[in-house]
């Protein structure tokens, strides 16, 4: 993972069922190498997205809102590291990740990471728990870019007492400092007809989940999420 981190990057996402991700990874096999961790290449992930009472974040989103900043909390279950992180989505495109360790969990943010929520991002208005997100994740890194993917699986979302499982969804994002189709993965997808998609875990576990709120740029992915899922291909 040396020299692969791209905390400042672009990222390209696509959504596709995992037949067809078992049909890409046979052909890229050359072409990357994958991520072991304690000697496992399935590693389990948890997230905690903090909003305001209102979802203003969300709403952002929703309204296509350019500069715009996403606060969470992850866990990296089979390595037992948990980082705070701001993300911060600029109007050219770029993703900006700056995160600090945290000991786990904060359903009531400390101090600390209040000022450090303060001094990466500026918001210093009061932030809640909103939902919690847990998936499963291969990490591959190119042999010979600069380039990283992250492949979810078995992706689950909670809110209060609701929660959902997506089983057959799977999400791909490929990381690169500069965006580029050389890639030999994006290559492939366009082989099996697999196109980009603009997709936000928080923003999808919200819309599934939250009662009485605005989900009308959402309604479509979530359609097609629907089929993936249940087995058909986009």
Known sequence: MEGNALLDRTDTKFLLDRSTLLELLKEVR???RILEVKGTRLNRYKTLYFDTPDLDFYH??????????KVRSRKYIDSDLC???VKFKNNKGRTIKTRVVIDDFELDLSDNSQAFIEKTSGIDYPLVPAIWNSFTRITLVSRHDTERLTIDL???????DDAIKLNHL?????????????SKFIQALKKHSVRPD????????????KDG??????KSKILKIEKLDNGYVA
Do not use: M, T, W
């Open 83 to 85: 980082f705070l992180e």
């Open 198 to 209: 603009r997709i936000s875990k928080y923003c999808l576990g919200v819309a599934l989940l």
């Open 170 to 182: 799977v999400i791909l994002e490929v990381k690169q400092p500069q965006a580029s189709r050389n």
């Open 30 to 32: 050359d072409d990357y």
């Open 213 to 218: 709120i605005k989900r009308n740029a959402f």
């Open 60 to 69: 952002l989103h929703q309204n296509g809102k350019k500069n715009r900043h």
């Open 154 to 160: 078995n992706l689950g979302f909670q809110s209060d």
